[in-house]
């Protein structure tokens, strides 16, 4: 599937980047150009790198959940 049609970014490549350390949205704009065009690819984007990001570390989606709101620091 394509994120970002302007720069013809497609999942796989973000998928790849957070494999080579993407990390960001901004990180994914510097690396593949994602919403440096018109923009409207961000919120695709962001949701392919959480997906990435989910697949690469599942334990930690797994630990994230299991915090209160106190020991995410927002107390």
């Known amino acids: 599937m394509y ?3 302007c720069n013809a970014v497609t999942e796989r490549q973000v998928h790849q980047a957070v494999r080579n350390g993407a ?3 901004k ?3 510097e690396q593949l150009g994602v919403g440096a065009e018109c923009g409207k690819c961000a ?3 962001k949701a392919c790198l959480k997906e990435a990001h ?3 570390h599942p334990g930690l989606v ?3 959940i299991q915090l209160t709101p106190v020991q995410l620091g927002a107390a």
């Open 3 to 5: 994120v970002c049609v």
């Open 23 to 25: 990390k960001t949205v």
């Open 27 to 29: 990180h994914l704009k």
């Open 43 to 45: 919120s695709c984007a």
């Open 54 to 56: 989910a697949e690469q």
């Open 62 to 64: 797994k630990k994230l």
